[in-house]
């Protein structure tokens, strides 16, 4: 198969649905198809580069900071976006467009099949969703309303990681037939023998629906017995939380690392925390099992598919409860070894991104056979 994928963030940009795509990109690789992938461009970057056999197209656009981009910065990916994807296809012809994001990377998909016919499939990962991420995207949600119908209903099928994504989506479109949920692939790796470290860790962006102030503000009042807490990441949050940690004694601000220094952390760490209120999946929280820490994670999202009965599910803003899960942790070496070990064993035993990757490409053969059909009567 010959697939365009379509990512307006792609590794080194963004968050948890970049190197998500960048993974599932290799291992499509590897069960012998080819990929091209066209994404944003940033400063220091190349406009073309094959990555373990991926052809890596990243076009134009207006993109300020490495870790996210505004919605404003989005709608510039669009349309050089759709100029490339046109040549490559007239050169190349695939055979499906993979598209991760119902906005913005759909409106391009969209215009894409209206122009070349070209089949599209959507991943999607949560802020495309109407009420996933109000605090951010909410205006932008109620402008483009019709148009994020019209995307779903011309593409093939939309993919979700979760249950709890997928319920959101049929709020505003109500036909489950078109949704399959195929949780976020992640790969597995050797289990290794580093010695653990007394380090409780959050890692991701730091925005306030993210909850890490309610983490500080569990911290303060507890007898943490030799544990540091690191936050990895960066955002327009970091400044208040640097200002509510100034006065806490054991908290270290790490900022945005690559993600092969992520994971030498979550090898060194024992307690994962993540309060968060919206979760599309968690990944994460899946990264830091796979390495053998015990989770503590907000209710009310996705994150309680992710951790099952492995971790412990709290109220997302409460620091009280979050006080709690951290003691019982702290206090209970057995408790927390047993939630390493279950941990890992789930996310193997689920998530491993070779089982994912074929989920994918079974998708991928039904929408081309489909295809194929309509053309051939």
Same mark, same amino acid.
């Given at each position: !198969?010959?697939?365009?994928?379509?990512?307006?963030?792609?590794?080194?940009?963004?968050?948890?649905?970049?190197?998500?795509?960048?993974?599932?990109?290799?291992?499509?690789?590897?069960?012998?198809?080819?990929?091209?992938?066209?994404?944003?461009?940033?400063?220091?970057?190349?406009?073309?580069?094959?990555?373990?056999?991926?052809?890596?197209?990243?076009?134009?656009?207006?993109?300020?900071?490495?870790?996210?981009?505004?919605?404003?910065?989005?709608?510039?990916?669009?349309?050089?976006?759709?100029?490339?994807?046109?040549?490559?296809?007239?050169?190349?012809?695939?055979?499906?467009?993979?598209?991760?994001?119902?906005?913005?990377?759909?409106?391009?998909?969209?215009?894409?099949?209206?122009?070349?016919?070209?089949?599209?499939?959507?991943?999607?990962?949560?802020?495309?969703?109407?009420?996933?991420?109000?605090?951010?995207?909410?205006?932008?949600?109620?402008?483009?309303?019709?148009?994020?119908?019209?995307?779903?209903?011309?593409?093939?099928?939309?993919?979700?990681?979760?249950?709890?994504?997928?319920?959101?989506?049929?709020?505003?479109? +109500?036909?489950?037939?078109?949704?399959?949920?195929?949780?976020?692939?992640?790969?597995?790796?050797?289990?290794?023998?580093?010695?653990?470290?007394?380090?409780?860790?959050?890692?991701?962006?730091?925005?306030?629906?993210?909850?890490?102030?309610?983490?500080?503000?569990?911290?303060?009042?507890?007898?943490?017995?030799?544990?540091?807490?690191?936050?990895?990441?960066?955002?327009?949050?970091?400044?208040?939380?640097?200002?509510?940690?100034?006065?806490?004694?054991?908290?270290?601000?790490?900022?945005?690392?690559?993600?092969?220094?992520?994971?030498?952390?979550?090898?060194?760490?024992?307690?994962?925390?993540?309060?968060?209120?919206?979760?599309?999946?968690?990944?994460?929280?899946?990264?830091?099992?796979?390495?053998?820490?015990?989770?503590?994670?907000?209710?009310?999202?996705?994150?309680?598919?992710?951790?099952?009965?492995?971790?412990?599910?709290?109220?997302?803003?409460?620091?009280?409860?979050?006080?709690?899960?951290?003691?019982?942790?702290?206090?209970?070496?057995?408790?927390?070894?047993?939630? !390493?070990?279950?941990? *890992?064993? *789930?996310?193997?035993?689920?998530?491993?991104?070779?089982?994912?990757?074929?989920?994918?490409?079974?998708?991928?053969?039904?929408?081309?056979?489909? +295809?194929?059909?309509?053309?051939?009567?």
């Amino acid at each position: !198969m010959k697939i365009l994928m379509l990512n307006f963030e792609f590794p080194p940009l963004g968050g948890g649905a970049s190197p998500l795509s960048f993974d599932l990109a290799k291992e499509i690789i590897k069960e012998g198809h080819e990929i091209d992938v066209v994404t944003m461009n940033f400063k220091g970057l190349k406009k073309y580069e094959n990555i373990k056999g991926i052809n890596i197209h990243r076009v134009k656009c207006i993109r300020k900071h490495k870790e996210y981009s505004k919605s404003s910065e989005l709608l510039t990916y669009i349309f050089p976006a759709l100029a490339k994807a046109i040549q490559l296809h007239k050169k190349k012809n695939y055979d499906i467009n993979h598209t991760h994001f119902i906005i913005p990377t759909g409106i391009t998909s969209y215009l894409l099949k209206k122009i070349t016919g070209l089949p599209y499939v959507i991943t999607s990962h949560g802020s495309d969703v109407p009420n996933y991420n109000p605090d951010r995207f909410k205006i932008g949600h109620k402008f483009i309303g019709p148009v994020w119908k019209k995307i779903i209903d011309n593409s093939e099928g939309i993919t979700t990681p979760s249950e709890y994504l997928k319920g959101l989506i049929l709020k505003k479109y +109500n036909n489950p037939n078109k949704i399959e949920v195929i949780p976020n692939g992640i790969k597995i790796d050797e289990e290794t023998k580093k010695d653990k470290q007394k380090k409780i860790l959050y890692a991701g962006r730091l925005l306030e629906r993210k909850g890490v102030q309610y983490i500080i503000e569990a911290i303060k009042n507890l007898d943490l017995k030799g544990y540091k807490f690191e936050i990895i990441g960066d955002g327009p949050y970091r400044k208040e939380l640097e200002q509510k940690a100034k006065e806490i004694e054991n908290i270290l601000f790490k900022g945005w690392i690559s993600q092969e220094e992520l994971k030498e952390i979550y090898e060194e760490s024992e307690i994962f925390v993540i309060p968060s209120t919206q979760e599309s999946f968690g990944m994460v929280i899946a990264e830091a099992m796979e390495k053998n820490m015990a989770v503590i994670c907000g209710k009310g999202s996705a994150c309680e598919e992710v951790i099952g009965k492995t971790g412990i599910a709290i109220n997302p803003k409460s620091s009280n409860e979050i006080r709690n899960a951290l003691k019982f942790y702290i206090n209970n070496p057995k408790e927390k070894e047993k939630a !390493m070990k279950f941990g *890992r064993e *789930r996310v193997t035993k689920l998530f491993n991104i070779k089982k994912i990757t074929s989920q994918y490409i079974e998708v991928y053969s039904r929408i081309i056979n489909a +295809n194929k059909a309509k053309i051939t009567k």
